[in-house]
């Protein structure tokens, strides 16, 4: 199995840019009442939780500012660059491409649920000794599409893992150490 890029993982139906005209809709249609909210029920790195939400409120606007989560970051928000990039049911996916409406009754992974016991993940392990960071702004986005990759590709070439990372953006390293990172720890 070969490496996938995370151009955008999410279906048609669930994705805000594949869907912008249908939600557009949507948000014009609750513009009129922006007191409006939605309980939605999550699982977040282990952990249930219930807020009230604006349905017009994106993921990643939900994780930070409302869970406080600030792992996980925000750049262009376009899915373009990754940053955002949480796990949804197992899936890595740009967080900044959903309403957080639309994760209701699911389970979210962020960087900060990849620890456990005081020790770090294989993958953060990796990155740390390969030095696979510098200004470490991509790094939680990078780590989560890495570990996606050899989950479904347990043994994969610098070629698939360079296409495994293609929805993700590096302002600082070059990447070489970020593919020698995914490479050493797929090889843990
Ligand atoms: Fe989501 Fe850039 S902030 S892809
Ligand atoms: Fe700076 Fe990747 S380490 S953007």
């Given at each position: 199995?070969?490496?996938?890029?995370?151009?955008?993982?999410?279906?048609?139906?669930?994705?805000?840019?594949?869907?912008?005209?249908r939600?557009?809709?949507?948000?014009?249609?609750?513009?009129?009442?922006?007191?409006?909210?939605?309980n939605i029920t999550l699982t977040i790195n282990g952990r249930k939780r219930t807020d009230a939400v604006e349905p017009r409120m994106l993921l990643i606007h939900y994780l930070r500012e409302e869970v406080g989560l600030t792992g996980p970051h925000i750049a262009c928000e376009t899915s373009l660059c990754g940053a955002c990039t949480v796990h949804l049911d197992g899936k890595a996916i740009k967080s900044c491409t959903m309403f957080a409406v639309q994760a209701d009754g699911r389970e979210v992974l962020t960087i900060e649920g990849l620890a456990a016991d005081g020790k770090l993940d294989p993958m953060q392990e990796a990155f740390w000794n390969e030095h696979g960071l510098q200004c470490g702004f991509c790094t939680p986005g990078m780590i989560m599409t890495a570990k996606q990759i050899?989950?479904?590709?347990?043994?994969?070439?610098?070629?698939?893992?360079?296409?495994?990372?293609?929805?993700?953006?590096?302002?600082?390293?070059?990447?070489?150490?970020?593919?020698?990172?995914v490479r050493t720890a797929a090889g843990k």
């Open positions: 199995m070969s490496g996938r890029s995370l151009e955008c993982e999410l279906d048609a139906q669930e994705c805000v840019r594949h869907s912008a005209p939600l557009a809709t949507r948000a014009t249609i609750t513009a009129g009442t922006s007191a409006m909210t939605r050899i989950e479904r590709n347990p043994k994969p070439t610098d070629e698939e893992i360079r296409h495994g990372l293609e929805g993700n953006l590096c302002r600082c390293t070059g990447y070489q150490h970020i593919v020698n990172a």
